[in-house]
């Protein structure tokens, strides 16, 4: 509650956070310059926020908008349940989902048998609000950190990210590199998805960058082998489209 107080108190929300390009962004910006002072336009951030901020900026995300009207919220993560499919994830895998915020995947998940389920974001918000979903006595572990400071206690078989990686900036990427060596056993696999080229460069007020699938290939190394790349387009809650790059990859064995 306080960091919403602070977060009001600095930021004017638009009721719906959404990736948009930034023709959109500039008409906004200018229309802030010629005076509109419209509640409607919302708080846009020109770089991406250190840790506090971005705590900051996701809590407020959360706690001011219903999970089912953000732009990524996904009615059922159908992607992802092929790709796990094709790499052929075991049910007692140890799996962890990143930036996972209140995604529906973990209920998909404990619905297929899933038995070991981890999911990370740095929202304790949008923790609360998948928690409460699936319910106390779901064998999930909730972890509220920021991914960039977070260490692992021990590898897991799969790395789930949809759309955090892209909000990263070229220094940190390294630390997610090292972290994705740290965290995925040898054998284990990697989902990611981020924007593709012709996606959306901005998302919830943040700059991103887009990736196509040799990219976040390239990204994750010669360590792992990438089995399958996908092109998606998604459709945000507004009825807008998004095109999202997946690449499902699994670790050389050693
Ligand atoms: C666009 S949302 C995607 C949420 C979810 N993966 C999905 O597909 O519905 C990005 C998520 O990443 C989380 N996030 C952003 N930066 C993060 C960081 N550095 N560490 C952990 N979580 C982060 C946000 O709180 C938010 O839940």
Redesign the pocket.
């Known amino acids: 509650m306080t960091v919403l107080q602070i977060a009001g108190a600095v930021m004017r929300v638009r009721p719906r956070w959404y990736c948009h390009p930034r023709s959109e962004y500039a008409t906004l910006v200018d229309e802030h310059a010629k005076g509109d002072d419209d509640p409607k336009l919302f708080h846009m951030i020109d770089h991406i926020p250190d840790t506090d901020e971005?705590r900051t900026h996701?809590e407020s995300v959360y706690e001011l908008n219903q999970v089912d009207g953000v732009s990524?919220y996904?009615q059922a993560p159908l992607v992802t349940l092929e790709l796990v499919d094709i790499l052929g994830v075991e049910k007692d895998a140890g799996v962890i989902?990143?930036?996972?915020?209140a995604?529906i995947l973990v209920d998909y998940l404990l619905s297929r048998g899933f038995t070991d389920l981890t999911v990370?974001?740095?929202?304790t918000s949008?923790l609360r609000v998948s928690r409460e979903r699936v319910g106390p006595d779901a064998h999930v572990t909730w972890v509220a950190?920021?991914?960039?400071t977070w260490e692992p206690a021990h590898p897991y078989d799969l790395w789930h990210d949809?759309?955090?990686f892209h909000?990263l900036l070229p220094h940190e990427i390294k630390v997610y590199q090292d972290l994705v060596r740290r965290s995925v056993a040898p054998g284990g696999s990697v989902i990611m998805a981020t924007f593709a080229p012709d996606g959306p460069e901005w998302?919830?007020g943040l700059p991103v960058t887009r990736y196509n699938a040799a990219q976040l290939g390239g990204i994750l190394g010669d360590e792992f082998t990438v089995v399958v790349q996908r092109k998606e387009v998604h459709t945000t809650p507004s009825g807008a489209l998004q095109p999202f790059t997946w690449i499902a990859a699994s670790r050389n064995l050693a």
Not at 97 to 101: H, L, Q, T, W
Not at 120 to 123: G, V
Request: proline share 0%.
């Open positions: 971005r996701w990524w996904q989902d990143v930036g996972g915020g995604s990370l974001d740095i929202s949008a950190h920021n991914l960039l949809r759309a955090v909000f998302c919830s």
